[in-house]
């Protein structure tokens, strides 16, 4: 039995669809204070919603999640769907910082659910920025 080795690395495949705006995490403390003073709410059951435009094209989000919530399985869980409802949203969302701070009443709530009421939401308020 012959073993073949590699010897060129192989080219990776580009993603075609990837797309030029950029999901980031909003850390700075200030910018996070910010938002809570100056923002706009929204409470559902699901979550609650603050948001605030800024001055960049790129969308800026933090989860915030008591233990309160759940054990740390189901925040973690929440974190989660909530981010890949996010990154599949990022094109709506340009141009503001988000907070979100997941509701017990999200608690089941699997990706596809929650991006539907993600849009809802966002879509009801205006977020997508009118230019």
Known sequence: MAVE??????PRAVNVLASKTRLHRLVQRAEVS???RHGKRIVT???VLLYLYN???DPYYAIHIRKKFGSSVE???AKRVFRASLQQLKEKIQGVNLIIIPRRGG???RTPQMLRHLEKV???VSIPKKK
């Open 5 to 10: 080795c590699l010897t060129e690395e192989e």
């Open 122 to 124: 966002l879509t009801e």
């Open 45 to 47: 059951d699901a979550f």
């Open 34 to 36: 910010e938002v809570k």
């Open 75 to 77: 925040r973690n869980r």
């Open 107 to 109: 608690k089941g709530l």
């Open 55 to 57: 001055d960049s094209d």
